[in-house]
């Protein structure tokens, strides 16, 4: 402020010897020297000011700031992190979806997200971008939306459902998740079949054989079979490690497996 108020005095200075030099009041000299005042004078602000903005911390696009990691008058080096900064309007999910649903996908398809932290609260978005890319091991691909989050209820990190409005109903032959066995070579599961051998009530026992299937879609602990076994098939949900071709079974439908499409996730 100082700088400044000794420039605001130079300018005023040299003002008024102009005046008195244009009724040759003064020297040219004088002039010169006021005007070379004023010039050094304003230099010094301008020093100064280059100084502040290189203090000055500006953040790189608008959105909330977190919790500081610092304090006033703490000493800080270049790239430590003081405070986070979220955009979150919009906001971006970010999600992923079999390589066979593709066709079913595009940008500016319009897309529902609900959170359990907003219970019976739905917020509308898009799909952004899809990566051109799929993950070679899960064979999914990722999918990017923009959420409207005018109203800054969402926050990043949320675990959120995404929903997508794809056409008409598909139907699928569904199985629990329990009952297939995934290998390097395949996905199979183990279905009934009669066997020759008799118990000791005289009765046949059925027997075990392994068949490979085409694994579709998941939902909850649901997954849709493409191919490899039709409806009505009865299959071996539980114990597989212990059969293989042939072994006889004992039917025991007592305890049942997890065969819900929409179950509750855990941090509820």
């Avoid at 100064?48 to 919790?67: C, N, S």
């Avoid at 293989?244 to 079974?249: A, E, M, Q, W």
């Amino acid at each position: 402020m100082s700088l400044q108020a000794a420039a605001e005095l130079a300018q005023t200075v040299y003002k008024r010897d102009k005046a008195q030099y244009d009724i040759q009041a003064i020297a040219k000299a004088q002039l010169d020297a006021d005007a070379a005042d004023l010039k050094s004078k304003k230099a010094q602000v301008d020093q100064q000011a280059a100084l502040v903005e290189k203090k000055t911390i500006r953040a790189p696009f608008a959105g909330r700031v977190g919790i500081t990691t610092v304090n006033p008058g703490q000493y800080i080096n270049p790239g430590d992190a003081i405070v986070t900064l979220q955009a979150i309007d919009p906001i971006y999910a970010d999600f992923y979806l079999p390589q066979q649903q593709l066709g079913q996908l595009q940008v500016g398809q319009a897309i529902v997200v609900d959170t359990n932290a907003l219970s019976n609260r739905t917020f509308d978005g898009k799909i952004r971008s899809i990566n051109p890319r799929v993950d070679a091991a899960t064979r999914n691909v990722q999918i990017e939306a923009a959420v409207d989050n005018r109203e800054r209820k969402l926050l990043p990190g949320m675990y959120a459902n995404v929903k997508i409005d794809a056409g008409g109903v598909q139907r699928y032959l569904t199985l629990p998740q329990t009952a297939i066995t995934y290998n390097p070579y395949g996905a199979t599961v183990f279905v009934v079949k009669p066997g020759a051998q008799k118990n000791a009530q005289g009765k046949v026992m059925p027997v075990a054989q392994q068949v490979f299937v085409t694994p579709g879609p998941t939902r909850g602990d649901q997954v849709a079979i493409l191919k490899g076994i039709g409806e009505g098939t009865q299959v071996v949900t539980s114990g597989q490690l212990k059969l293989k071709n042939g072994t006889p079974l004992v039917i025991d439908n007592r305890v049942l497996p997890a065969d819900n499409p929409n179950p509750t996730p855990q941090e509820q």
